[in-house]
C-alpha cells in the first residue's frame, strides 16, 4: 500500500496491524502527497475548483469569507461525489486493483479529449518555432 506521510501509518499499531495482514507499506516522499496520490486529488479537486471559482467572484474577501466560501463550495458538492471518488479510485467497484493502480497513475499525464485538439495545435507551433 501505498501512503501519504501520515504519522500515525508509522505507529507500532498499523506497522503490527499490516504486518499481520501481509501487507507492505510504502510513503510518498514529504510534501508530494498532494501531488502523488490520486485518491487525494480526486476528491479535493472539486471542493478546490468550486472554492477557487467563487473567490474569483469577488477576490477582495477577508479571512472570515473566505471561510464561508469554503463552507459554501463544500456544501455545494454533489450528493454522489463521495460514491463517485471510491468507485474512481477502486475502492468499490469490480475493477481490477492492478487496473485501477495503472489508471490512477498514469492520471494527469496525458491530455483529455476536451483539450486534445488546442493541445496538438500548441504543440505544432512550439515545434515550429524551437526548429526556427
Known amino acids: 500500500m501505498i501512503t501519504d ?3 500515525s501509518f508509522d505507529t507500532d ?3 503490527a496491524t499490516m504486518l499481520e495482514m501481509g501487507v507492505e507499506m510504502e510513503h ?8 502523488m ?4 486529488c480526486y476528491y479535493h479537486s472539486h471542493l478546490k475548483s468550486r472554492y477557487y471559482r467563487l473567490l474569483a467572484e469577488d477576490p477582495d474577501n477577508n479571512a472570515e469569507r473566505k471561510l464561508l ?3 459554501q463550495a463544500y456544501y455545494e458538492m454533489p450528493d ?3 460514491f463517485r471518488f471510491m468507485l474512481h479510485t477502486g475502492i468499490l467497484g469490480e475493477e481490477a ?3 485501477v493502480v495503472e489508471r490512477l497513475i498514469s492520471e494527469g499525464q496525458h491530455c483529455s479529449r476536451v483539450w486534445k485538439d488546442r493541445h496538438e495545435h ?3 507551433v512550439y515545434k515550429v518555432e524551437v526548429n526556427k
Not at 510518498?28 to 501531488?35: I, M, T, V, W, Y
Not at 496520490?37 to 487525494?40: E, L, M, R, T
Open 5 to 7: 506521510a501520515e504519522n
Open 13 to 15: 499499531v498499523v506497522k
Open 28 to 35: 510518498f516522499p514529504p510534501g508530494f502527497g498532494h501531488l
Open 37 to 40: 496520490d490520486p485518491c487525494d
Open 69 to 71: 466560501l469554503i463552507y
Open 80 to 82: 454522489d461525489l463521495p
Open 97 to 99: 486493483p492492478l487496473s
Open 122 to 124: 500548441c504543440l505544432a
